[in-house]
């Protein structure tokens, strides 16, 4: 631990870790969309955070087992309240839209999340960041345009909405919790336990008829979400941001949609078509060249912290 946290830009371990996270979070786009056939958002958001919420516990009893205190538990309970916000999103968002266009649009958190914060500090990115950002959303109207230019369904709009309210999310992760005394298992956990009481609180009723209605697949599907996306990738994602550079977590968590577009095209049979084609790769060069700019604007001299990491891309459906 002690040599990671020493390298900027984090060693081996952490990179395949973190890319481990963009590729379970890429399928669990696929995922909740199948689980929202059977049972209401709210339903299944609650008991994936249940199950979440049952294995991070474990987790805190065996390696920290120390009560948070005042700022560390409103910390954690904030950060629940955005994190719960941005998964009701998302996961309506996916359940009315393919699984390959929910991936690809979340994906421009990883610009939306550096705008968000320069305009908190009133401190400008470059021209050509907002360049790439403008090339990212051409590129989310070429993939929602089908075989013509039409307005974007539901979903997509609810997902542009994820993507927005994820870099506040992000914004906020790195702000509070950069530089902090706190344990990366409790305020993880205390975000879950406020997603799992969103859930419940939201559809009581359905999460009772959900329980029934899962089925053997279904549980897997929350399992899924519950340890990969959840547990672990939450693990990661806090546990990284706070130790290597924001390029790097967002070079490699950024293939997440690469993984939600093959997830789509291979296990359901989704279709992108050459418009959509090239409105992915719009987005995902648009995504990476501000990502890019982003990281060497922050190392030309920009005070640490001014730009929040953007690491979080995902997040996600399958994030928490």
């Not at 690809?104 to 968000?116: A, D, E, N, Q, Y």
């Not at 879950?192 to 053997?216: I, N």
């Not at 790769?281 to 990502?291: E, S, T």
Request: glycine share 14%.
């Amino acid at each position: 631990m002690k040599t990671l946290r020493g390298r900027p830009g984090g060693g081996r371990g952490i990179d395949v870790a973190l890319l481990g996270v963009a590729v379970v979070w890429g399928g669990s786009y696929l995922v909740a969309k199948e689980l929202t056939v059977v049972a209401s958002v709210p339903a299944v958001l609650g008991w994936r955070f249940v199950v979440a919420t049952l294995a991070l516990g474990a987790v805190w009893l065996w390696r920290v087992r120390r009560v948070p205190g005042r700022a560390e538990l409103w910390t954690g309970v904030l950060l629940g309240l955005t994190q719960a916000a941005v998964l009701f999103l998302e996961t309506w968002g996916v359940s009315q839209t393919r699984a390959a266009n929910a991936g690809l649009i979340i994906s421009l958190t990883v610009v939306f999340t550096p705008l968000v914060d320069s305009a908190a500090a009133r401190r400008w990115l470059p021209p050509g960041f907002f360049v790439a950002a403008v090339v990212g959303v051409v590129g989310v109207a070429l993939l929602v345009s089908g075989g013509g230019f039409r307005a974007p369904n539901p979903g997509d709009l609810l997902m542009l909405a994820a993507a927005a309210v994820r870099a506040c999310h992000v914004t906020l992760l790195g702000t509070l919790t950069r530089g902090r005394p706190y344990s990366s298992v409790t305020v993880t956990l205390i975000q879950s336990v406020v997603c799992a009481a969103a859930g419940l609180a939201v559809d009581p009723a359905g999460m009772g008829a959900a329980a029934v209605a899962f089925g053997p697949s279904g549980w897997l599907g929350v399992l899924f979400l519950g340890l990969a996306c959840s547990v672990f990738a939450f693990l990661v994602q806090l546990w990284a941001v706070r130790r290597t550079s924001a390029a790097r977590a967002s070079l490699l968590m950024g293939t997440e949609p690469v993984w939600a577009v093959l997830a789509g095209v291979l296990f359901a049979g989704e279709a992108l078509g050459r418009t959509g084609a090239l409105g992915a790769a719009l987005i995902v060069g648009g995504c990476f060249a501000g990502q890019r700019i982003e990281a060497r604007f922050r190392g030309a001299g920009v005070p640490p912290g001014l730009v929040a990491a953007p690491a979080a891309v995902a997040g996600h459906v399958g994030e928490p």
